[in-house]
Nanobody
Framework: QVQLVESGGGLVQAGGSLRLSCAASGLTFSRYTMGWFRQAPGKEREFVAA????????TFKDSVQGRFAISRDNARNTVYLQMGSLKPEDTADYYC????????????????????WGQGTQVTVSS
């Protein structure tokens, strides 16, 4: 049974930082591209970042480029999202997801390509 469990969310002031973690089990983690998505109240779930399984290639949503970083530790079956210079508009539930394909650019943002999803962790950025 595949499980993705996010952690690290919380309340932070604008300009602050948070690091989200997603621990995976039940799959060969090193062979999965991992993505982070977010969903704000009343909005659709949107892509944030992804890291491929083979070369560790990363892709980001334009609005988080330069503020967020994604990394993975295949020995720990964990993917991280380091978020900095946080803004109130970053407030959302953050979800990690896994897919077996490589992705680049827009294909990383395609939710239908991701087979497994976590339950989410809430991030609130106060102004």
């Amino acid at each position: 049974q595949v499980q993705l469990v996010e952690s690290g969310g919380g309340l932070v002031q604008a300009g602050g930082s948070l690091r989200l973690s997603c621990a995976a089990s039940g799959l060969t983690f090193s062979r999965y591209t991992m993505g982070w998505f977010r969903q704000a109240p009343g909005k659709e779930r949107e892509f944030v970042a992804a890291i491929s399984w083979s070369e560790g290639r990363t892709t980001f949503k334009d609005s988080v480029q330069g503020r967020f970083a994604i990394s993975r530790d295949n020995a720990r079956n964990t993917v991280y999202l380091q978020m900095g210079s946080l803004k109130p508009e970053d407030t959302a539930d953050y979800y990690c997801a896994a897919q077996t394909n490589h992705c680049s650019g827009n294909s990383c943002a395609d939710r239908t390509r991701y087979k497994y999803w976590g339950q989410g962790t809430q991030v609130t950025v106060s102004s």
